[in-house]
């Protein structure tokens, strides 16, 4: 399905031009004639970006966009402000709104199409995190849209790279209020900066002298290191050819010479303002994966995530005659420690218990909470040796150092029992080796508890 441009503009004539344009183009079309007409759409989320009047009887588009942007459910939404309007106080007052981009009536229709696809491009970016963010909100872990719309824009570390003494220091100082800026008038020297400086937003000159500024910010797009930074092209207004061609391989913005200060403030603003939104997204992402596949209480691997690892771990042992070894450990008398002192006391002994753990494995070891006080620790080339080792490593840590409760007032002696089995080349899946773990640790605590166990012969 093509992208659905919203036009909203309360003359039928320019309504029907402009979907002409649109439909040419191969875009799907919505119309509104309103404001609240506008938002219901938008908030129904019955299109993918909007085009929007300024001048309507009731509500003007300055007070849509800010709307569309301050609410959650929608601040995400490409808004491009096409109106008859043209004093540098009007574009302004757009991009204060929220607004992505300020196209002036008559429309240049190459300008409308790259900047529409630009956006479209941007926007399916944020639309995947979007998705995924969902998760993280129905988690119980707040609501990340919310904090991505109350995102300020300032505070940003911004690499300038201009060669033009006196631009550089007009824009610098306009941006010094709000921002951190560096100054660099050699491209090769800024690609390196970039690569290395953490920052968030360049703002490149494309006619540096002698060397092409596009190619620089071609570049700063395709590395790994900084495909996500925000860009923003200076040109001249008879460069548009070179700074549309910007916009096609992924250039956010551009400002026209000479640079208005308002105008560059704003604009930086709403691209910082755009990246950290997908940052912020992309953080409740990660955070849900996290809490997916981890223990809430002790941080170790849970249930879930073991049983996904284990079966190619054991799928590759099985094909390439590896070691892997299954060591399951629990503590020992656990229901005492909690009938004793109570069950926050139990729950620092399980936290205790797991940092412990995680000290005597191995980065390539899985370590899972496998249930209550056991603890499953899976070992990618080990031998029966090998685990036998670390099994007694852990085992001695556990009973030298008393284990401190009640906030560190009490300190009580915990031990743990342990069982070891190996990965057996008869083996039809992991959970035969782990039946044998199991096995060897019921053992342990038959015979006495407080030792390692490994499986029958």
């Known amino acids: 399905m093509s992208a659905r441009v919203l036009i909203v503009d309360d003359l039928f004539p320019n309504l029907k031009l402009l979907e002409a344009k649109l439909s040419m183009e191969y875009f799907g079309v919505v119309a509104a004639m309103s404001g609240p007409e506008a938002l219901a759409i938008c908030e129904n989320g019955l299109c993918d970006i909007v085009l929007l009047d300024v001048m309507m009887p009731g509500m003007d588009g300055f007070e849509v966009c800010r709307r569309l942007k301050t609410n959650p459910a929608t601040a995400h939404l490409p808004v491009v402000i096409v109106t008859a309007l043209d004093e540098p106080s009007d574009r302004l007052r757009g991009l ?3 607004a992505d981009d300020f196209l002036t009536k008559p429309i240049d229709d190459t300008a409308l199409f790259t900047r529409v696809r630009s956006l479209l491009r941007l926007k399916a970016v944020t639309d ?9 909100r129905e988690l119980g872990m707040g609501d990340p849209f919310a904090l991505a719309a109350a995102e300020t824009g300032q505070g940003a570390r911004i690499l300038l790279v201009e060669d033009r003494p006196n631009a550089a220091d007009r824009m610098a100082t306009a941006l010094a209020q709000h921002h951190t800026v560096t100054i660099e008038a050699d491209p090769h020297r800024a690609l390196v900066a970039a690569t290395e400086g953490g920052f968030d937003l360049a703002l490149v000159s494309i006619d540096l002298d002698g060397s092409d500024g596009l190619r620089l910010c071609s570049q700063l797009r395709s590395l790994d290191r900084t495909r996500d930074m925000s860009l923003i092209m200076v040109g001249e207004t008879n460069g548009m050819a070179r ?10 913005d551009y400002l026209l010479r000479p640079v208005d200060r308002n105008e560059l403030i704003a604009r930086v603003r709403t691209q910082i303002r755009r990246r950290r939104f997908s940052e912020t997204l992309r953080g409740a992402v990660q955070a849900s994966i996290e809490l997916a596949m981890t223990d809430e209480l ?3 691997h849970n249930r879930r995530y073991l049983d996904r690892q284990l079966v190619p771990l054991f799928g590759e042992a099985a094909a390439q005659s590896l070691g892997l070894a299954c060591l399951i450990l629990d503590i020992d008398r656990f229901k005492s420690i909690n009938d004793s002192y109570g069950h926050e006391a139990g729950d620092e002994v399980l936290k205790a218990f797991a940092d412990r753990v995680r000290q005597h494995t191995r980065g390539i070891d899985i370590v899972a909470r496998f249930g209550g006080e056991e603890v499953v620790i899976v070992m990618p080339g080990a031998t029966l040796v090998d685990a036998q080792a670390a099994g007694e490593r852990i085992r001695e840590r556990m009973e030298s150092v008393p284990f401190l409760v009640q906030r560190g007032a009490a300190a009580i002696t915990v031990t743990v029992s342990i ?3 190996i990965r057996h080349a008869g083996d039809t899946s992991a959970s035969d080796m782990l039946k044998r773990s199991d096995d060897a640790l019921y053992r342990a605590k038959a015979s006495g508890r407080n030792r390692v166990v490994a499986e029958a012969a």
């Open 96 to 98: 204060d709104a929220g």
């Open 128 to 136: 995947e995190l979007r998705s995924r963010a969902m998760a993280s």
């Open 243 to 252: 700074l549309t061609r910007g916009l096609d391989f992924g250039v956010h």
């Open 298 to 300: 002790t941080g170790l």
């Open 419 to 421: 069982g070891v089995a």
